[in-house]
DNA sequence: CTGTTAGCGCTTTCAG
DNA sequence: CTGAAAGCGCTAACAG
């Protein structure tokens, strides 16, 4: 292990350039009340000494760290990772550092992680994905507590309380087409695929269950399916609903992974898609167009949303109003598990 | 915009628990020298106030914030997500939370935010993704700046200097293997696709090269391609490359995109997978079973490179000694792009 | 334009 | 075991 050099501090560097400290700092954040010359050489003892300023003591100087708490449930998901992706760049553009919390989805665990995100003093927290909805109001009050403090962004998820900020696609739409567009293709039963209930899950439901409903075909609740786990337990539990006795002729799933799983589940059991079985997936993630045929998804616009979200926050980090609601349409992407 | 309310401090808590700012400070810090029925009426208040320590503050008195910088090109990236997701939740289960930055591939803005990171005082930085390592020795001083004050970890890099500790998967040893596979699959003529040119890249292509020459055929350079984008874009490349006339009957990619843009130009040109054409990729990440037949990849145990990084880290940060470099073997996955 | 100085909220000796 | 007080490195009035 080796000893640790010592960092220049902005003492070291106003000895250096003869001037004051608060010269320097003046320097450091482009304050205008400094003559050029002075400016100059402050900034060459800088690049000269390699001087970074202590970002912990300019923060509790001035109350900011220019940073930002991103909370979703894993980055390994990849519609998370294109958000965090997004959001990161975004943010680092201007000018705030992101902190990353996977928090997974355990309840507690989620609530810890946001009180955590207080005592950093980020600048504002965003929640990636609806799993921090939850459905009953007095357990989604550790958000209501941060946003007393600090703005909170909500990215697929919404709740209506001061200072929180929500950006949605519009899942109901999206999968009340989807659900028509199956039907139109010509499917009579249409299975739903989800994994967790979640804000955006329900809406989903609400989604398809309308379009069943202006089809005019009864809702049946055993065609209503969650699934768990990675592809291969997404596969063998279809295979084990099938063999139960039940049929599909269609599938809508929420997620990409799902709609694949059901490919994959359809391929063993010598189902063939587009003919006997057609599916829609969510997300229009790289998996839709790695399976043969290509998976049609719903597009949700995920990289908008992300933009949206910043630039809310920015506004509001300067003072100004943002909308509270923001609800964004999804595209339907048709591939080849929908051709008839 | 509402009032932000303002939060509570170590006085507020001192005050009203009737004791000194250092008994509370004492009481945050599990210090022993507390006694039982101090610490709980301290506790009390803390709870019943949902005081947070000022992580600012706490960082400039005690010279650390247990905050470890991230970076990686994109976390959008399905290998880089996982890591990313492993090490968070590692560093988090070690009382760290983590700064991301998605850097890209520009020079510049990686040693920016390598800068930056000082300024943060981040306890250390990890470099995920062999991105990092230039291939001349100068352009990699700026990583060797910052371990001068802090620990840095290389995921799949490595640069031999103190305070730079690296975990590689061993891609040379993978590729070597994978060629070698493709040569007793009556391969011949194997293609290599790679993206960048990166450290991870070159041991993969030396590990190929030597397979060639052990097998007793010559290099090919014409067989070495580079791709660039996204699947579509490397699917049309490649059948432009193949409409230039070259002949391949074997491909080896250098992640499982690549692998798999290559099936979608084969499908499209009407080549049999894996009758005509055998292909491996890499990473062995979920696309690899999305595509039928599902792709053979390498599994390059990203988790475990994750764990033993962190783990390496901690011991780094007590203190204690750790390893320089570290090379972990991985596991080829054949699957039906492989069957003969 | 520049310097002085009082915090920011916590940690950490050093006394008691 | 507990408290007082000196920093930690920077920002932001306030004076000049």
């Known amino acids: 292990m080796i000893e640790k050099e010592k960092q220049h501090t902005i003492y070291d560097i106003s000895k250096k350039a003869g001037v004051s400290i608060a010269t320097v ?4 954040n482009d304050s205008p009340k400094v003559s ?3 400016r100059e050489r402050v900034l060459a003892v800088i690049k000269e000494s390699g001087y970074e300023p202590n970002a912990y003591a300019r923060g509790l100087g001035s109350g900011s760290m220019r940073t930002i708490g991103i909370l979703c449930a894993d980055v390994a998901d990849i519609y998370l990772a294109n958000a965090v992706s997004f959001l990161e760049k975004n943010l680092r553009q201007n000018g705030f550092n992101t902190i990353l ?33 939850e459905s009953t109001l007095p357990k989604n009050q550790y958000i209501i507590d941060v946003s007393r403090h600090i703005p909170v962004m909500l990215l697929n998820g919404y709740i209506k309380s001061d200072n929180i900020y929500c950006n949605l696609s519009d899942d109901y739409s999206a999968f009340y087409d989807a659900a028509m567009e199956l039907y ?17 899950r329900n809406l989903k439901y609400k989604g398809y269950c309308e379009a069943l409903k202006d089809c005019q075909i009864e809702l049946d609740e055993s065609l209503v399916l969650r699934c768990n786990g990675k592809m291969e337990q997404i596969k063998s539990q279809l295979i084990t609903y099938y063999k139960e006795g039940h049929e599909f002729d269609g599938v809508l799933a929420c997620d990409d992974e799902l709609a694949i799983g059901a490919m994959k589940f359809a391929r063993e059991i010598g189902i063939h898609i587009p003919e006997e079985l057609a599916v829609i997936g969510c997300n229009n993630s790289v998996l839709s167009i790695c399976s043969s045929p290509e998976l049609s998804s719903i597009d949700n616009k995920c990289e908008l949303l992300c933009i949206n979200t910043v630039s809310s926050l920015m506004r509001l980090l300067e003072g100004q109003e943002a909308v509270q609601k923001t609800v964004l349409s999804t595209d339907y992407i048709p591939r080849g598990t929908t051709k008839r």
């Open 25 to 28: 700092s003046r320097v450091l």
């Open 184 to 200: 139109q293709k010509g499917c009579r039963k249409i299975l739903f695929l989800y994994r967790e209930i979640s804000y955006s």
């Open 36 to 38: 050029q010359k002075t």
């Open 101 to 133: 919390n996977c928090t997974g989805d355990d309840y507690k665990t989620k609530v810890r992680c946001m009180k955590a995100m207080e005592g950093r003093r980020v600048d504002a927290v965003i929640l990636a994905g609806s799993q921090y909805i």
